[in-house]
């Protein structure tokens, strides 16, 4: 169980540690001479089941809040010190007031300095303290009476510790791992050495993480666990980190995060939820303040998303604006304070790492909002799901709810989502929404073939633009082969169509092709041009372009460049040939297919790469740089039909 301190300041925080623990947790040489906690402190005790009791000694100062609020992060119970000459201080109000706005509801409380004070003082104090936590998280929290000086009342006091350590579950290490880094420094023969708390997930010995921002790679050469050597760690331990990797200690601070590669999500916004306390001022649209999110503080603004201005008390949905990046999941807590760090504005909850940048206070999106509040994500994605034709990106959800494979699986199921892939990326869909889209896709055939009639289909890209623009390719092409599967659409060649759709000509213009086609099947990978065709016959050269035309709309002919059209058994030949160069080489060149086209010098380069912009343009390769690649999402598929 890891147990945070907090309270005003010189009122006994640090001794009561070392009354508990024998570990005097003031660590910097100013903190010694002066007697007054400047940063955070840590100590440990040992339990007599064999675990260990950490404690995380905040400053009671107003001005070192900040330090506060980092040492606060992922505690698991706090021990409230109020000294018993002074009674309640405007930091004990304030670090209270904190508590209850980081949900911190586990608690005990300690009077301290009780060799100080009479009988009468002690119960007088013990009545402020009772008004004091009334109606806060820590409300009806057990108060012991201490003196860190003579010891009376500590073994009461750590025995409540052990017995509520024992009794408390522990963290669940569900999700990938994340911490958050409240202490950077370098030892001998070790080297770089980050501590802080673990928020969820495990890491070890070996593994492989990210300090984000700013990315770097790093290796976990060896950690210690509440200040033991330790093979593994996981969500709820205090651990240190010995990280080797392309950086420096220098390059290490507080407030950044050690995660799993794939929550290093650097976002300089989010979406949350707030909540102003009682007794403070109103909170203003872009209100400039300091934001304490993990163990980091960032300036940013406020921008209120359901309201005007959030009065005391209220609730309010917002926008995170901040001047720099740093790492949020859904769920993370934090503090807002104003511009000058003297007081606290308001506390909340993240909900939308990856909020949109249109419509944020739409009626829809705030009512999405709403749903992220619980804590069950499949309110929110069922919601999502219903507001999304076009899907969902799976893969952002779970990342942003720091779910594992094989609980995102669960949820998608338990939601009843139909979800397609393509093994980089995943989209979810409800049935009613995919059917919808199926519908869609039928509609749209339907109106082409009635508007042109003539033409054997539409190309596949066209289908999607029709359908759903924003439809993932890789979504489209499931979609697509659930109806030909089903025998709900045909496909001929590149074109898709109803399947009782047929493109015809006229016999006259049958009649003509027939006499003109030999031309093109004498040269078939660089036949003549329309003029050149016109000048061979003395057919019009207009005649021969809008013959042309027609017969590619039965997908017969594919005009490759302007004037220039290939038989379909050509181009299909070509596709073969692209194919092959890679499968062989990894992409397909100008100059290689210029080599293979055209070995008997009868083309050249120009032709060559008129043809590969063709398969560009049509989704078979996508250009990259000189390189004509073979689309891996599904279309490549097309070109192998004659």
């Not at 940063?39 to 001005?63: M, Q, R, T």
Request: aromatic content about 4%.
């Amino acid at each position: 169980m890891l147990i945070g301190t907090a309270g005003h300041i010189d009122h006994g925080k640090t001794t009561l540690v070392k009354a508990l623990t024998g570990v005097d947790a003031d660590r910097l040489p100013e903190e010694k001479s002066r007697g007054i906690t400047l940063d955070l402190g840590y100590a440990y005790a040992p339990l007599a089941e064999g675990s260990v009791l950490g404690f995380v000694d905040v400053p009671g100062h107003e001005k070192l809040i900040h330090n506060m609020l980092a040492g606060a992060t992922g505690i698991d119970f706090v021990l409230l010190v109020v000294a018993a000459d002074d009674g309640p201080m405007p930091q004990t109000r304030e670090h209270l007031e904190l508590l209850d706005l980081l949900g911190i509801t586990h608690g005990a409380i300690a009077l301290t300095k009780i060799d100080a004070v009479s009988p009468e003082r002690l119960d007088a104090a013990r009545q402020e303290v009772a008004a004091l936590v009334a109606g806060t998280g820590l409300a009806g929290s057990p108060l012991f009476p201490v003196s860190g000086r003579t010891g009376d009342g500590v073994a009461a006091l750590r025995a409540h510790l052990d017995a509520t350590a024992a009794s408390l579950p522990r963290r669940a290490a569900s999700g990938r791992f994340r911490l958050a880094i409240d202490r950077c420094f370098t030892v001998g023969g070790v080297g770089t050495v980050v501590t802080g708390t673990a928020h969820a997930g495990r890491i070890g010995v070996g593994d492989t993480a990210i300090v984000s921002p700013p990315g770097f790679k790093a290796r976990v050469r060896g950690l210690h666990v509440q200040d033991r050597p330790a093979a593994t760690g996981q969500a709820g331990d205090r651990i240190a980190l010995a990280l080797t990797g392309d950086f420096e200690k220098k390059d290490v601070a507080r407030g950044m995060w050690v995660v799993d590669p794939a929550l290093a999500l650097p976002l300089a916004r989010f979406h949350g939820a707030l909540r102003v306390p009682s007794g403070q001022k109103p909170l203003t649209h872009l209100q400039t303040v300091h934001v304490h999110l993990g163990t980091e503080d960032i300036l940013g603004r406020v921008a209120l998303l359901d309201c005007q201005e959030v009065a005391p008390g209220a609730d309010a949905l917002v926008e995170i604006l901040l001047e720099r990046e740093t790492l949020a999941l859904r769920g993370d807590r934090f503090i807002l304070r104003d511009a000058g760090a003297q007081r606290t504005v308001a506390g909340g909850r993240v909900l939308d790492i990856f909020p949109p940048l249109r419509h944020k206070r739409a009626p829809a999106r705030l009512a999405l909002l709403d749903a992220m509040r619980s804590d069950d994500p499949a309110v929110a994605l069922g919601l999502l799901a219903r507001q999304a034709p076009a899907g969902i990106d799976l893969d952002r959800f779970a990342a942003s709810w720091n779910l594992v494979d094989a609980d995102a699986e669960a949820l998608w199921q338990r939601v009843g989502l139909h979800v397609v892939g393509n093994g980089s990326a995943a989209t979810g869909f409800t049935a009613e929404a995919w059917a919808v889209l199926a519908d869609k896709l039928l509609d749209a055939l339907a109106r082409e073939h009635e508007r042109a009639p003539d033409m054997i289909g539409v190309e596949r890209e066209r289908v999607r633009r029709m359908t759903a623009a924003h439809l993932p390719r890789f979504a489209f092409d499931t979609l697509c082969g659930e109806l030909l599967a089903a025998g709900r659409i045909a496909q001929t060649r590149a074109w898709l169509h109803l399947p009782d759709h047929r493109a015809s000509v006229s016999a006259a213009d049958r009649e003509l092709f027939a006499v003109l086609k030999p031309l093109l099947d004498a040269a078939p990978f660089n036949p003549p041009r329309v003029r050149d065709v016109s000048r061979a016959t003395g057919t019009p050269e207009d005649t021969v372009r809008q013959l042309f035309k027609r017969i590619a709309r039965t997908g017969e002919l594919y005009p490759v460049a302007h004037d220039h059209c290939y038989t379909a058994a050509a181009v299909a030949e070509l596709a073969e040939m692209v194919r092959r160069l890679n499968a062989e080489h990894g992409a397909a060149r100008a100059a290689a297919l210029r080599d293979i086209v055209f070995r008997d010098g009868g083309g050249g380069r120009k032709v060559a790469v008129q043809i590969l912009e063709f398969f560009d343009r049509i989704g078979y390769t996508r250009r990259v740089r000189d390189d004509h690649v073979l689309r891996r999402d599904g279309t490549a598929h097309e070109w192998t039909l004659t």
